[in-house]
Structures are given as C-alpha cells and as structure tokens.
C-alpha cells in the first residue's frame, strides 16, 4: 500500500502539471523549475520523516522526490530545449549522486538502486549521436567504483549484479550503434579498467556470508573474464601490434593464475587457441610487413 500511495502521489502530480501545461498556466521554464523545486521540497520531506522513525514511508517519499528532479532535468533537455545535452547530462548525474548519497547515508539499497537506474539512463535519454565517448566510459567507469564502494560499506549484492549487468547493456549497446575502428584502445581500457573493478566486486562478495543474493552474484560475476576476453578479441583482431601482446599476456596471465587448478588451466587454453588459429594469417602478414620495413626499399 505504501508503494501505491508513493506512486499515486507521483502520477497526481505529474496530471496536475500536465493540466496546467496544457492550459499554458505557466511557461517552460517555469515547469521545470517548479518541477525541480517540487522534488527537492518532497525528498526533503521525506528524510524528515526518516528522522522522526518512519524509515519506510520516509525513504518512499524521498525516492518519489528524486524521481520529480529527474524527470525535470530530462524534459528540461528533451522536451523543451531550456538547456543543451550536455548540461542536462550533469543534471541528471547529480540527481543520481544525490540519491546515491542518500542511498549510503539511510543505508537502503532501494534507493541505491533508484540512483543506479537514473545514472545508467542518463546517456540514453539525452543520446545526441555526437561522438562523447571519452565522457561517456569515465561516467560509466565512474558508476562503476562507485557501486564497488557502495558494496563495500554495504554489501547489497543485487545492487552489484544490477550495475555489472546495466554496464554490460549500455557498452553493447554504444558497440552496436557508435563504435568506430579509431576507437579501439579507449574501449579496451575502459573494457579492462571495468572488469577489474567487477573482479574486485567479486571478490568482496566470496568472502560475505552466503545468503541467496550473494550466491547469485557469485555465480554471475565470474563470467566477467569471459565478457574481457570477448571484448578484446572482437576490438583488437584488426589491429596486430596490440593483439599480438594482448594473446601473449593474457595466456600467460591465465595460466599464472591457475597454475593450482587444472581446468581452469585448461578453460584458458581452449579460449585462446581458437582466437589464435584465427589471428594467425594476419599476424604472419603483420611480421612479413615489419621485415620488409626493417629491410627497407
């Protein structure tokens, strides 16, 4: 009940507004700024309830508060142009920083997860088609530490496997519709740098108690190596000089690691052989060119 009553709040007001704007009782700028101020008046609100006991009901009504900021910002940019892409974009990642915040501060994971949902749909909301890639994987990488940091002081394995799984999504994503050839080795360094922080997830999570959320992430994020070595073969195989090293080190690494264990040893070797009968044309056709420089004309 006290969701629906939260939801039914946020839905009166977003009908009066619309009312109002459909009316033209105010202006666009007007809107978003009352929007805005409407949110931080309830979030505020709602912390205030939180310090008088009611923890649930007081963290429900901040979340609805939140959500009011958010989509103030988004329409500021989407719907009515009051501000560019890129101001919308910090607008929105602060609203998110501040449910975050707040998520830490009351130690809910429910509202870590509101703040998570709002960062990880800023960059598809506000999707320009210019090139911001750069910006686009330290915020992503960003989100990253910060929800190892969050499990860290808190634990909250689902809002592990929720950010291992919305950074995934929204790479693909960019891969699908933005990825160019020139841009292989910023998204292999924002490909390893991610995996090692969910690597560090992961293993802060082995050594929690097993409950039932633990045990799944412990299974999921394992597959984080997996997703590495996809990604990396798929945005180096054009590009010998770094691949080359990329086979070498990563084979030696995996062995290094499971010098103790056979099949993971074994595990190792069946994923890089094949990648390596493959790369071995263009490899030989990168040695010969390199010869034929050295020699000269």
């Known amino acids: 009940m006290l969701i629906v009553g939260v939801v039914v709040l946020v839905l009166g007001v977003a009908f009066f507004v619309k009312y ?40 429900m009504i901040a979340g609805g508060g939140l959500a009011m900021m958010f989509v103030s910002a988004w329409a500021a940019a989407a719907l009515y142009g009051v501000v560019s892409a890129e101001v919308a974009f910090v607008w929105l990642a602060a609203v998110a920083c501040a449910a975050v915040v707040t998520a830490d501060r009351q130690q809910s994971m429910g509202l870590a997860l509101l703040g998570g949902a709002f960062a990880y749909a800023a ?66 360094l924002y490909v390893i740098v991610v995996c090692g922080v969910f ?16 045990r799944v992430a412990t299974f999921v994020l394992p597959g984080t190596p997996a997703i590495l070595h996809l990604a990396s073969v798929y945005i180096l195989f054009d590009h010998a000089l770094w691949f080359l090293p990329y086979l070498i080190l990563g084979t030696a690494l995996c ?4 010098s103790e264990r056979a099949s993971l040893r074994l595990i190792a070797w069946a994923a890089m052989l094949p990648v390596v009968l493959l790369a071995a044309p263009a490899i030989r056709a990168f040695a010969l060119r390199l010869t034929r420089e050295e020699r000269g004309p």
Do not use: K
């Open 199 to 214: 690597i560090a997830l992961l293993r802060l999570y082995r050594r929690r108690p097993a409950d039932g959320a633990t």
């Open 20 to 59: 109002a704007f459909d009316r033209r009782w105010i202006s666009e700028t007007a809107r978003i700024a009352g929007g805005t101020i409407t949110g931080i008046a309830v979030w505020l609100f709602g912390l205030r309830f939180v310090r008088r006991g009611y923890a649930l009901f007081g963290r």
């Open 255 to 258: 062995v290094t690691i499971a």
């Open 123 to 188: 960059p598809f909301l506000l999707a320009s088609g210019a090139d911001h890639h750069l910006v686009l994987f330290t915020y992503q990488a960003m989100l990253a530490v910060a929800t190892l940091i969050l499990a860290r002081r808190h634990g909250w394995p689902v809002l592990g496997l929720a950010g291992w799984f919305a950074t995934w999504v929204t790479f693909a994503s960019w891969m699908a519709a933005s990825y160019r050839d020139a841009f292989f080795v910023s998204a292999e």
